[in-house]
């Protein structure tokens, strides 16, 4: 897309005052079509919570998303964490993960804070995650898109949205004289926002380090890739000056106490294969695969761990059998880790070698009784043999381990649309919906799931609050 060309990674270059991009297997039915109504056109943004829901809805269009609850899940947890440290309500950010393998992140008024894959997949640490959110949110903190807001209403939404993906208007305004203004004041929000970012940091739990590491990251990338280096590096330059600003801040800086790391999120290995892998195409070779979880973990594993990450890397490559090769081997090594044994399962219910997912997800549920990946399974196992009274009460398990789980959703619409339960059916589709980033489809699901609701019961406010969340953020 256009984007590749115009793009700069968040910290760096802007085309507009105000937008800033960072460096950078069951059966199924279909669910019941819901009734589109006419598109209205949009009034003209004017507080940064408008123009960001709108800017949203252009990028929901142009941009293919991430999906993985995995992968999302982590980028939201980390991103609220730091949110929390700054006064305003975690709930009100939401974080995306773009599906390009450009090193870019940016932000957009009202807390819509996009990271791209490519750029997710070259960090080392939580740390430097941490600190590419934390740069992002301090420029929605510091209200940086709204220093001339005449200027922003003054554009019309396509022209906006056109600038922040790279479009052709982008091209025409960013040779205009005002440029060389507005590149003047993102120096200085950049600025502001590493300051910032330094504070939230440790606040959070994170070590503010790692925005500093994500810039040395950033600078060994453009040493020995070149001709793939981002556009920032051309048209932004001083990333070895700001990072010896933020060493010489650090250095500076008063020792805050720092929160601990809730324990699920350490694991930076696994995370990194999560990301890697999913990049994968088909052109990578298994051999290739394998190199790639070696150089990660390093050769000094211990053996279970890199027979477990690498079937990880084949299932996200979707290359099953290599990858239950792996996890049997895992498991032989590692028999009470309730992880890989789920992990198996779900490989298995892959090639509906069902018999053996229900003896490998029952096995992790003795283990882990709180696995929803093992729920997840056992649910899908039960479904396939036509036992709803089962499939349903495990699925909704799952749910209770993991409620943002877009694939337990599905399934647990499917199981209630077979069971003849049309109100829990269109509800559970209308939240796959909205996880799967289709607010407008979610809104006419959860519209006619609140028409079969009683009034006033506990699903009814529910379902209200959903439709009010989706309408307020845009998603």
């Excluded at 006064?87 to 939401?94: I, R, T, V």
């Excluded at 995370?271 to 790639?292: C, F, H, W, Y």
């Excluded at 589709?429 to 959860?446: C, S, T």
Aim: proline share 6%; with cysteine; aromatic share 10%.
């Amino acid at each position: 897309m256009a984007y590749r060309q115009t793009g700069s990674l968040g910290m760096g270059v802007v085309l507009f005052a105000g937008f800033f991009t960072l460096a950078g297997c069951a059966t199924t039915v279909s669910p019941p079509p819901p009734q589109s109504a006419p598109e209205a056109e949009p009034p003209v943004p004017s507080t940064p919570k408008e123009l960001g829901r709108a800017f949203l809805r252009e990028a929901l269009k142009q941009f293919r998303f991430v999906k993985d609850p995995e992968i999302t899940g982590l980028v939201n947890q980390v991103g609220r964490q730091v949110v929390g440290t700054t006064g305003s309500n975690p709930a009100g950010y939401h974080f995306f993960v773009v599906r390009e393998t450009q090193l870019n992140a940016f932000a957009i008024p009202g807390g819509y804070i996009f990271i791209f894959h490519g750029l997710l997949a070259q960090l080392n640490s939580y740390d430097e995650l941490a600190g590419v959110l934390a740069h992002e949110i301090a420029h929605v903190e510091k209200n940086h898109f709204f220093k001339d807001i005449r200027k922003v209403q003054a554009l019309e939404l396509a022209t906006i949205a056109a600038i922040i993906l790279g479009g052709p208007e982008a091209a025409v305004l960013a040779q205009g004289a005002a440029f060389n203004l507005q590149l003047q004041y993102s120096r200085e929000n950049e600025a502001e926002a590493d300051a910032a970012a330094l504070i939230y940091l440790p606040r959070a739990g994170y070590d503010p380090q790692g925005l500093l590491k994500f810039f040395e990251t950033m600078l060994v990338y453009e040493r020995f890739n070149p001709p793939l280096m981002p556009s920032y590096f051309s048209t932004h330059p001083g990333m070895q000056e700001r990072s010896r600003t933020i060493s010489a801040l650090l250095r500076g800086a008063k020792t805050e106490d720092q929160s601990e790391m809730p324990k699920e999120t350490r694991d930076w290995a696994r995370t990194a294969v999560l990301l890697q892998s999913t990049l994968a195409g088909p052109e990578r070779s298994d051999e290739d695969i394998k190199r790639m979880v070696v150089k990660i973990l390093g050769e000094d594993s211990p053996p279970d761990r890199q027979a477990y990450l690498l079937g990880l890397a084949f299932l996200k490559a979707e290359r099953i059998a290599q990858a239950i090769s792996q996890y049997q081997e895992a498991v032989k090594l590692a028999p009470d880790h309730a992880l890989y044994h789920a992990e198996l399962a779900l490989c298995y219910t892959k090639f509906m070698k069902l018999d053996l997912a229900r003896i490998e997800a029952e096995k992790a549920v003795r283990l882990s009784p709180q696995n929803a990946l093992a729920h997840l399974v056992l649910g899908i196992v039960q479904g396939e043999a036509g036992n709803l009274d089962q499939t349903i009460p495990h699925y909704r398990e799952a749910l209770s381990y993991s409620p943002d789980d877009l694939r337990i959703h599905w399934n647990l619409a499917q199981a209630y649309l077979k069971s003849g339960d049309r109100l829990m059916s269109t509800y559970h589709f209308g939240r796959y919906a909205r996880l799967n980033l289709e607010p407008d489809k979610a809104i006419e699901y959860f519209k006619t799931a609140q028409k079969l609701a009683e009034k006033g019961s506990e699903l009814s406010l529910t379902i209200e609050k959903e439709i009010q969340e989706i309408e307020l953020e845009g998603t």
